[in-house]
């Protein structure tokens, strides 16, 4: 059934889902047969955007979710840690970031939300900036 078809109050047209030929009966923005379905076709377009955005969005998240637990700003404005200590709780170093400049530091940073960080040596210096956009 390529086209809506209106019978008796109710609306028949092919299932959204595009692995489906059932009918989908019922209001005129019902597109799917069954729950199923719908669940079926959503979980197909997550995994696509998964699949698009390589993880980034869940590494963006780790990054953010350790440097809350250990950020700890010394009396000049940033945060040292070894580059282990970031190892042993999984950061994820391959993160997107956009490279910026601060004037407090000669140094390229690399920034991911509210973090930016630059490596020195065997650590890592993390500051607070103003989330960029990637
Ligand atoms: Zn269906």
Do not use: W
Not at 11 to 16: G, L, V
Not at 87 to 92: A, I, L, Q, T
């Amino acid at each position: 059934m390529s086209e809506t078809k209106y019978i008796k109050g109710k609306y028949y047209k092919t299932c959204a889902f595009s692995l489906c030929n059932e009918i989908a009966v019922g209001r005129k923005d019902k597109l799917f047969c069954s729950n199923q379905c719908k669940n079926a076709h959503n979980n197909a377009i997550t995994s696509e955007v998964n699949k698009h955005t390589k993880g980034y969005d869940t590494k963006l998240k780790r990054a953010n979710r350790i440097l809350l637990s250990i950020y700890q700003e010394n009396e000049k404005g940033y945060f040292a840690v070894k580059q282990i200590t970031l190892s042993n709780e999984n950061f994820p170093f391959d993160l997107p970031t956009v490279q910026i400049k601060d004037d407090r530091f000669s140094s390229v940073f690399y920034s991911f939300g509210s973090y930016a960080f630059c490596k020195v040596k065997d650590s890592y210096i993390f500051i607070k900036v103003k989330p960029q956009l990637i």
